[in-house]
């Protein structure tokens, strides 16, 4: 191998979602560069390298969920003995509902160096087009392929008040769309983004049961990331005079003073410093 022990490195590379003018300087060098080149599909490797037009002197190997388990030894023992190990997917970050977390895992574990070279993401890029909050989000990636399980899963998601992103097969995407409707309300506005960067590109920013109705019209082809709007924030109650009262009265009693204990108290509630005041110190009638 080209290197030798301890300069090994796993090297994780951000592959194109389709777009192959996406794709890094790094990612390019790396391809190059790599002794081992661990790929989800090596056909697709192929072509992107060819639509790169880098050439790949390293050794190609597959690396896809129904071998990860078995190939992963190897490939941090390839790290260990001094290899530049390259791991691509299909498209986007290694590891983001795709495989490279065991490997990650079984490498960091191992003491091996670990590295990057970022890259296209779906999760982000659906994100930002989506023109849903984007503040606060939480990726959930693939949905439970069957009903049952699915449904549950979105009911625990209905009252989470930040924008979510799902991955979804196109064979499932009406089901899980009409899922989605049930638990989480038709209304939920949401974005359907198809074949990101590619030449068929689409977005579709519809409530969720509209996408639900078009989705059931006729299966969607390609690459699908939803993104849909959190649960609407639930105001907290307003706290009772009484309630305000005791809590000041808890910490005077154990030595804060009335001022810094009102300030406290308007602090923890979310409440105006006069709020509090007023409770402990009613105004009086005139």
């Known amino acids: 191998m080209g290197n030798s022990p301890g300069n090994g490195r796993l090297i994780l590379l951000g592959a194109p979602l389709g777009n192959p003018g996406d794709?890094?300087?790094r990612l390019r060098d790396a391809l190059g560069a790599a002794d081992?080149?661990?790929a989800e599909d090596t056909r697709r490797l192929t072509r992107l390298a060819r639509d790169l037009d880098v050439t790949i002197t390293g050794k190609i190997v597959s690396y896809f969920e129904g071998n990860e388990e078995r190939?992963?030894?190897?490939?941090?023992d390839a790290v260990l003995d001094g290899a530049l190990v390259?791991?691509?997917?299909?498209?986007?970050m290694p590891s983001v509902s795709d495989p490279g977390y065991r490997l990650v895992r079984a490498a960091l574990d191992a003491g091996a160096p670990v590295t990057v070279a970022p890259g296209p993401s779906a999760v982000t890029t659906a994100l930002a087009l989506s023109g849903l909050p984007t503040d606060r989000f939480c990726f959930e990636g693939f949905l439970p392929r069957t009903g049952g399980p699915r449904r549950a899963r979105l009911r625990a998601l209905?009252?989470?008040?930040?924008?979510?992103?799902?991955?979804e097969a196109p064979h499932r995407v009406a089901g899980a769309l009409a899922d989605l409707a049930a638990a989480f309300g038709p209304e939920r506005p949401a974005a359907l983004c198809r074949e990101?960067?590619?030449?068929?590109e689409e977005v579709l920013r519809r409530p969720l049961g509209e996408l639900a109705t078009w989705a059931a019209a006729g299966e969607p082809r390609g690459e699908i990331t939803l993104v849909v709007a959190g649960a609407p924030a639930v105001p907290a109650p307003v706290p009772a005079v009484a309630e305000l009262r005791a809590a000041v009265a808890d910490l005077e009693a154990g030595g804060t003073s009335r001022r810094d204990a009102i300030t406290a108290v308007a602090t923890e509630y979310g409440l105006r410093r006069r709020d509090v005041y007023n409770a402990v110190h009613p105004p009086t009638a005139s």
Not at 86 to 92: C, E, I, P
Not at 196 to 200: A, D, P, V
């Open 23 to 25: 794709a890094s300087a």
């Open 36 to 38: 081992v080149v661990a």
């Open 71 to 76: 190939r992963t030894p190897d490939l941090v």
């Open 86 to 92: 390259a791991l691509v997917t299909d498209a986007g």
């Open 158 to 167: 209905a009252a989470e008040e930040r924008t979510l992103v799902f991955f």
């Open 196 to 200: 990101l960067t590619k030449t068929y």
